[in-house]
């Protein structure tokens, strides 16, 4: 049974920093794609931050230069390093494991998994 559980989120004042994790539990054998999406009150859920196998990433425009993505593979564990915060960053993240291959008990398998979500909340 695959897990994605996350941790790190809380509340903290605007300019302050937060670190999250997400460790993918299982049989696991590859991940193509972590990330992170996040997910405001009234707002749809939207792409943070994403990086692949080989440590290619991505951001989203607003959080260039503010955010920091990172993976340990080994560890099939996905961290966001996020500086500068600001009001607007407000939400609860979500992880994300694209293309995530397991074994389910009788062979490997490869879906797309989330994790519960973990609150951020940035203070004025």
């Known amino acids: 049974q695959v897990q994605l559980v996350e941790s790190g989120g809380g509340l903290v004042q605007a300019g302050g920093s937060l670190r999250l994790s997400c460790a993918a539990s299982g049989i696991i054998s590859g991940i193509n794609v972590m990330g992170w999406y996040r997910q405001a009150p009234g707002k749809q859920r939207e792409l943070v931050a994403g990086i692949t196998s080989r440590g290619m990433t991505n951001y989203a425009d607003s959080v260039k230069g503010r955010f920091s993505i990172s993976r340990d593979n080994a560890k099939n564990t996905v961290y966001l390093q996020m500086n500068s915060l600001k009001p607007e960053d407000t939400a609860v993240y979500y992880c994300?494991?694209?293309?995530?291959?397991?074994?389910?008990?009788?062979?490997?398998?490869?879906?797309?998994?989330w994790g519960q979500g973990t609150q951020v909340t940035v203070s004025s």
């Open positions: 994300n494991a694209e293309g995530l291959t397991a074994y389910t008990g009788s062979s490997y398998s490869s879906r797309d998994y």
